[in-house]
């Protein structure tokens, strides 16, 4: 009898005759008296939210949400705090940092020359005598307010006198302190191979300084410490925690530097598979084709593939960054390429509209967007793109004509931050030019969806909190502006961009972005309210919660 009861009881819950019974509408955890900046469509704001499991079970006021509430529920009471969406990134190289987190000494938005090398001396402090302490961009010589400039080796070598330091600076200088130059053989008879600029003083005795890509690529391949399976595991779970410290909850990883489709299986197996993420991990394949003949092979790949576009917490969801790695401009040099290169990304990309492939694909310059725009306009004649929101990335140069020509493609785009370190090297090269790169508010106005990011860690800092404050003040970190006030964007248009429209970016705009019922509970609580700080204050903003998928990952002070 009990159990045709319950059958016939299920029965009627279902069809509307009996409700569901109260334990089925209780909370798991309840986050209450706050001001909760949805990022809906409304861009509404609420008091309270409750999570059930790992989505958002209710939002609203108070008094609604202490009705879900039970002996069971966790009940957190923000006072007052703001709380807003899980943080997007939809451009950063996260696993090929965590292959040597455990030895960076990250000063990504420090403004004080004396905090940084703190920072530098606390990690040599923490290694053992001998281990590299290692900085692998992130920052610039002019966000020192207090003292800009290279660092010293007289500086490093007080600051890590037992450890060899190596110190990266984007992709166009290194520094190395004593015994970094001593470990690699670099002294005043040292004959620099092609491509190295080494600085040295007036007995011939190197500063330190080392300038050129080579150089650079030179020391991650046959100097800095060894990568292991177990050493990224490692440091993964200290860079996923230092993510989650800063509020971010999903990221777009683009791989580089000695990460392969085997890196993303190991940690799949060794992570994922035993929930061991704590933010979610899009990604995609890894291929680097340098050649025609190599191409043939990567499009029968993408050809018998498909994107993995239910993936929750890891997955492989679009190509990019590199279709045909040959086809590489810069912000940093005007680029011009052979029409055979152009011809190998079109087959490429054909393949990837055959496939139902997402593309996101790196362009900085206008010349390369044109080229590309002309291929996915032809490919678009025979075959409907405009549902698979190709996107273009960074897109500093980019012309009203061709944001309109991506627009009518159904293309989307994401916008990176930086400038807030770089902002002076490209005024120096380009000029005024330089403050509209990228044209934040030419394409909000263009009515065209775009995504906020960093493009951390090598080239810019990785916190969102100094993405958010950039695009909406328009200043880098030494105190100059960075982006004029008319390319500027509002805040609540920044926090969307680094939200709800990352989501839509990679098809997660029903589980991912904004705070709704039903959604993934990826939230973040601030110690300060967004939208009512003074604006040089954003960058200052720091979470107090961050949650994944119902799951607190950080908490401090709340």
């Not at 793109?385 to 980019?398: C, E, G, K, V, Y």
């Not at 790169?437 to 493009?455: E, H, K, M, Y």
């Amino acid at each position: 009898m009990i159990l045709k009861f319950s059958v016939f009881a299920i029965i009627f819950v279902v069809f509307g005759v009996l409700p569901f019974p109260a334990y089925a509408q209780s909370a798991d955890i309840a986050l209450v008296n706050g001001k909760i900046l949805t990022v809906d469509a409304d861009f509404s704001v609420q008091q309270a939210v409750a999570v059930q499991g790992e989505r958002v079970l209710s939002i609203g006021g108070n008094s609604q949400i202490k009705q879900l509430i039970d002996s069971s529920t966790k009940v957190i009471d923000l006072q007052g705090k703001t709380l807003i969406p899980g943080l997007i990134d939809n451009h950063v190289h996260f696993i090929r940092h965590a292959l040597r987190w455990d030895h960076e000494a990250r000063i990504d938005g420090v403004t004080s020359r004396k905090k940084a090398l703190a920072v530098i001396a606390a990690k040599a402090k923490s290694l053992k005598p001998g281990e590299w302490v290692l900085i692998l961009g992130g920052w610039s010589p002019g966000q020192f307010r207090d003292k800009p400039g290279l660092f010293t080796k007289a500086e490093l070598d007080l600051a890590s006198p037992n450890n060899p330091v190596f110190i990266q600076q984007s992709y166009r200088f290194m520094i190395l302190n004593s015994l970094a130059l001593k470990k690699t053989g670099i002294d005043e008879n040292f004959d620099a191979p092609r491509g190295w600029r080494v600085a040295r003083n007036e007995s011939g005795a190197p500063t330190g300084v080392i300038r050129g890509r080579r150089a650079i690529f030179r020391f991650w391949r046959r100097e800095l410490p060894e990568v292991t399976d177990d050493k990224t595991v490692s440091g993964l779970k200290k860079l996923m925690a230092d993510f989650n410290r800063a509020g971010v909850t999903s990221v777009f990883e683009l791989g580089g530097g000695g990460v392969r489709d085997a890196t993303y299986e190991m940690i799949r197996r060794r992570l994922a598979d035993n929930d061991g993420l704590s933010l979610r991990i899009f990604h995609t394949p890894r291929f680097r084709v340098r050649t025609p003949e190599a191409n043939k092979s990567v499009i029968e790949r993408i050809r018998n593939s498909r994107p993995d576009k239910s993936a929750k917490m890891m997955g492989n969801i679009a190509l990019g960054e590199h279709m045909y790695a040959p086809l590489h401009d810069s912000a940093f040099r005007p680029s011009r390429f052979p029409d055979e290169d152009y011809a190998e990304f079109a087959k490429v990309s054909e393949a990837a509209a055959d496939g139902g492939w997402t593309i996101h694909e790196h362009a900085f310059r206008n010349t390369t967007i044109t080229r590309y725009l002309d291929i996915f306009e032809k490919i678009n004649q025979k075959k409907n793109i405009t549902n698979l929101r190709w996107s273009i990335h960074h897109a500093d140069f980019i012309s009203k004509r061709n944001i309109e020509r991506a627009r009518a493609l159904g293309m989307t785009f994401a916008l990176h931050s930086k400038m807030t370190i770089l902002g002076s090297t490209l005024r120096r090269r380009y000029g005024d030019r330089a403050l509209s790169l990228p044209p934040l508010r030419t394409v909000q106005n263009s009515g065209a969806i775009w995504g906020l990011g960093t493009d951390a860690g090598v080239v810019a800092p990785y916190p969102p909190m100094l993405s958010l404050w950039w695009a909406v003040t328009g200043m880098d970190l030494g105190g100059e502006r960075a982006l004029s006030k008319t390319e500027t964007v509002s805040r609540k248009d920044a926090l969307i961009a680094h939200t709800r429209s990352n989501a839509y970016l990679f098809f997660k705009e029903n589980e991912l972005g904004s705070i709704e019922k039903g959604k993934f509970a990826d939230l973040v609580v601030l110690d300060r309210d967004y939208m009512t700080v003074p604006e040089d204050r954003i960058k200052d903003i720091e979470p107090l919660l961050t949650m994944v998928g119902g799951k607190i990952v950080f908490r401090s002070g709340i």
